[in-house]
């Protein structure tokens, strides 16, 4: 018999529905990001991050909002930029905040971004 509710969690954290995943600056430092939420504009998808400051297992603390602008390669590989166009950035942040408090499901799996 196998019970469902125990798979795939090697981190469990008290944030429920939050997936934490990892990004690198230029200079290599790491940045440990969750994923808020997904935003789509014409033809663009874009991930909605809080930066979070991680020690050991425990998220200690949350940083910035950050925008990513997100690609998939031919292979499944995501890639996130950041939004270099000032006026594409501010109508997602618009979008965001229109969307307010409104519940939205997170349908990507992190476990498969390649960093």
Known sequence: MHDH???EHEHEHEHEHM????LYDEEGNEHNFV???ELEREQSEY???EEIFVEGKEIKDFGDLYIFKK???EEGNIYLDSIEDESEFN???KLWEEMGEA???ITADLEDIDN
Request: with cysteine; proline share 0%; net charge negative.
């Open 19 to 22: 997936e934490a995943f990892s």
């Open 103 to 105: 519940d939205f499901e």
């Open 35 to 37: 994923l808020l939420g």
């Open 91 to 93: 109508e997602v942040v």
């Open 5 to 7: 509710h125990e798979h």
């Open 47 to 49: 991930w909605v991050c």
């Open 71 to 73: 690609t998939v390669d």
